[in-house]
């Protein structure tokens, strides 16, 4: 059974930085995609960042510049360290791992992450 935990979330400041985490417990870390997504209340959900176990990486546009994708295959965890936020990143941030053998994905529980002065 793949769980992901993630960790990190909490109320920043605008223009501030925060740091996600996810956990994986999984087998085999190097054969899964891994990846952000996020809600916002009310809209749908929608991707932020992806990366491979090869460290390519994925952004939506709204993030490019501001956040980067990391992930350490030795932890089994990938992190999202997000700069220079802005209240439109407010959202609940969900992990997110597919696996790439059969196409699987799974999901964390969600993390709460509030830009607000």
């Known amino acids: 059974q793949v769980q992901l935990v993630e960790s990190g979330g909490g109320l920043v400041e605008p223009g501030g930085s925060l740091r996600l985490s996810c956990a994986a417990s999984v087998n085999a870390f190097s054969l899964y995609v891994m990846g952000w997504y996020r809600q916002a209340p009310g809209k749908q959900r929608e991707l932020v960042a992806t990366?491979?176990?090869?460290?390519?990486?994925n952004y939506a546009d709204s993030v490019k510049g501001r956040f980067t994708i990391s992930r350490d295959n030795n932890k089994k965890t990938v992190y999202l360290q997000m700069n220079s936020v802005n209240p439109e990143d407010t959202a609940v941030y969900y992990c997110?791992?597919?696996?790439?053998?059969?196409?699987?994905?799974?999901w964390g529980q969600g993390t709460q992450v509030t830009v607000s002065s």
């Open positions: 990366i491979t176990s090869g460290d390519r990486s």
């Open positions: 997110y791992a597919a696996i790439i053998t059969t196409g699987r994905t799974y």
